[in-house]
């Protein structure tokens, strides 16, 4: 099983702030998933990449396949982007199905 | 827009009840997923569906059991329902190979008395 490590796991910021949320995993993927979860709600796909770094708005993923971490950015942060950060990773038994990292709660206060 | 829904987004069933949780995508993806998800534990797969009348367990498939008759419906249950069975279920869907992203659905927090 590819074991996904997320850091922080609770994150609390003051709006503005640049925000960096970490993910590594231990075995080599061919794509990598970065989503979002709002408080009560289901689970958006932000990112999926599978080398260098993509950005949508004020959010900017990067991923290092050599080092086997991603890093998902948050620009200016606001007190909606209050969610939990999940990073997934295929599967070594299957590529359809994913693997999920535990996580980050991020909090920020106006 | 495209979608995954589920039936329900919440739902209290007492021990020992047959429980059915429904999910139906409009996006013809070969991919379906049921997840559950407790704090400190993150999702995990409990069973997935690669084609109609297909399925494959997951990483904690005891006490549920899945049907796929339709490509679009992938239904989960919980034949005798447990108070250990509380929890957030999650059904996601993907296109083949999952190499074009996943959508997943509103959830349906169950809660067994």
């Known amino acids: 099983k590819n074991e996904v490590e997320q850091s922080p796991q609770n994150l609390t910021a003051q709006e503005g702030e640049f925000i960096t949320i970490n993910c590594s995993y231990s075995?080599?993927?061919?794509?990598l998933h970065w989503l979002q979860q709002h408080p009560g709600g289901g689970i958006v796909s932000l990112f999926m990449?599978?080398?260098g770094k993509k950005k949508h708005g004020r959010l900017i993923a990067t991923i290092n396949i050599q080092e086997k971490h991603s890093s998902l950015h948050i620009t200016a942060s606001h007190p909606r982007d209050s969610a939990v950060y999940i990073c997934?990773?295929?599967?070594?038994?299957?590529?359809?199905?994913?693997?999920f990292g535990q996580g980050t709660r991020l909090t920020i206060n106006p | 827009d495209v979608k995954v829904t589920q039936s329900s987004r919440y739902l209290v069933k007492r021990t020992g009840e047959k429980v059915f949780l429904e999910c139906v995508q409009d996006?013809?993806?070969?991919?379906m997923f049921w997840y559950r998800q407790d704090p400190g534990l993150g999702l995990r797969l409990i069973y997935f569906?690669?084609?109609?009348?297909?399925?494959e367990k997951g990483d904690i498939p005891e006490g549920y059991s899945v049907s796929r008759e339709k490509k679009e419906r992938f239904s989960l249950i919980l034949e005798s329902a447990s108070t250990n069975q509380t929890s957030m279920y999650l059904c996601?869907?993907?296109?083949?190979?999952?190499?074009?992203?996943?959508?997943f659905g509103s959830g349906t927090r169950l809660t067994v008395v």
């Open positions: 996601a869907s993907s296109a083949w190979g999952g190499l074009y992203g996943y959508t």
């Open positions: 075995v080599g993927i061919s794509a």
């Open positions: 990449l599978s080398s």
């Open positions: 997934a990773v295929p599967h070594p038994q299957g590529a359809q199905k994913l693997v």
């Open positions: 996006m013809d993806h070969e991919n």
């Open positions: 569906s690669y084609d109609v009348k297909m399925k």
